[in-house]
């Protein structure tokens, strides 16, 4: 409530409820946006990633259970575990493409005839994968160089954008390499450093002065 005039989306993590046994009040923190804020999407955080009637199970609980707007996807089992999301033509999804974590090199840098794993996903997504317009893609806010070569590769495909705040991403740098040729076109995620802001009574005023500060540094 204290932060939903200012951020263009939520993006609660599932394993973070799951771990806790808490399923139930993730549903009624999604009803509660829905109710309160109907004008912020939600992004689901749960990076799924199986085929056949699992991700179809996969694409119920996102979008069904949970009633997300988009949900975040491994895509390293093929277009056929992407499908079952696509089903749902109102709904999107972020395929994990140039991911924040170093050990995201172990396998996005892998050359594949000529170029590097995560441009070949970036290209299927933009490309034949994206039937139905829903598509984006996750690259990181620390590697600004990769994400301004996937922007040059996907057009004005939407990109999540993780790994400012906490995980040390230079904001202007991102903004500079990932934005579309009218300013926009990216989801830029901060979550520990305006959660966890404050661990006291001032917990929200505290969360919104950070996401405001963090909203007008990325405007800017």
């Given at each position: ?75 390293y089992m093929g277009k056929d575990s992407i499908d079952p999301f696509l089903a749902y033509a109102d709904r999107g999804a972020f395929l994990l493409c ?66 400012i705040g906490v995980q040390g991403g230079d904001v202007a740098a991102s903004v500079a390499a990932g934005q579309t040729a009218d ?38």
């Amino acid at each position: 409530d204290a932060t939903a005039d200012l951020a263009c989306a939520f993006k609660p993590q599932i394993a973070y409820f799951a771990a806790a046994r808490a399923e139930v009040q993730l549903e009624q923190l999604v009803a509660h946006i829905r109710r309160e804020h109907p004008q912020v999407p939600v992004i689901l955080d749960a990076k799924r990633g199986d085929i056949g009637a699992t991700a179809e199970h996969y694409a119920r609980e996102a979008f069904e259970r949970y009633g997300a707007d988009a949900v975040t996807l491994s895509p390293y089992m093929g277009k056929d575990s992407i499908d079952p999301f696509l089903a749902y033509a109102d709904r999107g999804a972020f395929l994990l493409c140039r991911t924040s974590n170093a050990g995201g090199d172990d396998l996005q840098m892998l050359d594949v005839a000529g170029e590097p794993l995560y441009l070949r996903v970036a290209a299927m997504a933009a490309g034949e994968w994206n039937t139905g317009g829903q598509l984006g893609l996750v690259v990181g806010a620390t590697y600004p160089a990769e994400l301004a070569r996937v922007r040059s590769l996907v057009g004005d495909m939407p990109l999540l954008v993780p790994g400012i705040g906490v995980q040390g991403g230079d904001v202007a740098a991102s903004v500079a390499a990932g934005q579309t040729a009218d300013g926009t076109g990216m989801v830029v995620n901060s979550s520990r450093a305006i959660l966890y802001a404050s661990d006291g009574p001032d917990y929200a005023d505290r969360a919104r002065e950070v996401a405001r500060a963090t909203r007008d540094e990325i405007n800017r």
